[in-house]
């Protein structure tokens, strides 16, 4: 299976219609070269630029996700879209992940469970989502999972109990914490004995300096492939049946004792 990670910058002096059709251009240029492509968290605004998201925000079915279906389409690719702060019909804001088949219909959409800000920004602006995600492509299962995610092993376990693989992460990962960005992908690989595909954007986002540096590693945690800090396409070949001879050679996962529908103790 072969993986294209766009790494881009999102510069604010570009428009968001602009970008729109730079990373339209970007995605077709896949074609025949990727079976999927990746794309980075809130590209259209930068995960940074809170004061964005709300008049930024799209229904569902809006520019973004049209400009990304027919990019999915021309390229004859599956496309992780990264993710857009989507408005619900009731109002509330979320941080949706949108994946589209190789044919531009919707695969999956993934409103992002853990937002970062504590109690500012994201956390107070978007509302979280409460379902996990995952699709299947014909070699591997995808568990979607967007930035701040990555810090929360549970959520992962339980893609992996879903049937995942390959474990997409798109995010706007800032420079000051780049350590924690390979440390967290290298971690997620290990202990779910999974491919992880990490995309970051680069740039600096409303102040923020971003890390880029998307990162792929294997089910051993090995980094097979890691962008630079600038805009780049990450290329890289992988093997899904590395997945199950992996869990097969070293079956860790078999000795699972706790889980997440373990009863905590009060």
Partial sequence: MRASLIQIA???????NSRRERVSSLVREQAGSADLVVLPELWTTGAFAYELFAAEAEPLEGPTFDAMSKAAADAGVWLHAGSIPERDPDGPLYNTALVFAPDGTLA???????????????AVLMSPGDELVTVRLPETVLGVTTCYDLRFPELYRGLVDRGAETLVVSAGWPERRRAHWTLLAQARAVENQAYVLACGSAGTHAGVEQAGHSIVVDPWGEILAEAGAGEEVLRVELDPAKVGATREQFPALKDRLLGLDTPRRP
């Fill in 108 to 122: 999956a959409a993934y409103r992002k469970i853990h937002r970062f800000g504590f109690d500012k920004g994201e």
């Fill in 10 to 16: 999102v510069n604010e002096d570009e428009s968001v």
